[in-house]
């Protein structure tokens, strides 16, 4: 069985959460090749079924206004999308931090505005995979 995953961007920026296993996940991002971050995230299911439950609920709200939702609350956060509204979806600014909420070692990057309807299929799928 494949294991759970979200996939956002396109094949020039993208940025992908992978369990790997158990409570560890990969954080991978790619902007044209140019710039890569590839790093694991001490995790647990639960924490990554709780983000993207939040996501969710954000993508859900009919008002298309800007939201930002990290991974984890606290200082081991790996990863905050903040999405920004854009036609009939959102672009997301991607905020990386491989040792934890860190103003020294981040990586920031943009993903093109993706779809909401395609938005919801992707976080439902990867929150599916972990609600069992």
Do not use: K
Not at 33 to 49: G, I, K, Y
Not at 58 to 81: D, E, I, M, Q, Y
Not at 104 to 127: G, K, Y
Request: aromatic share 8%.
């Amino acid at each position: 069985m494949e294991e759970p995953r979200i996939r956002l961007g396109n094949d020039d920026v993208w940025l992908e959460l992978a369990r790997t296993d158990g409570d560890s996940w990969q954080v991978t991002a790619d902007w044209c090749s140019w710039l890569t971050a590839d790093f694991t995230a001490d995790l647990n299911a639960a924490e990554v079924a709780d983000f993207a439950a939040r996501m969710l609920s954000h993508l859900r709200v009919p008002s298309g206004g800007r939201f930002s939702a990290a991974v984890t609350p606290g200082r081991n956060n790996p990863l905050t999308l903040r999405a920004e509204p854009i036609g009939d979806g959102f672009a997301f600014f991607v905020r990386l931090t491989p040792n934890g909420d860190d103003d020294v070692c981040h990586l920031q990057m943009e993903i093109d505005p993706i779809v909401t309807v395609e938005l919801s299929e992707a976080f439902n799928a990867l929150h599916a995979a972990l609600v069992v």
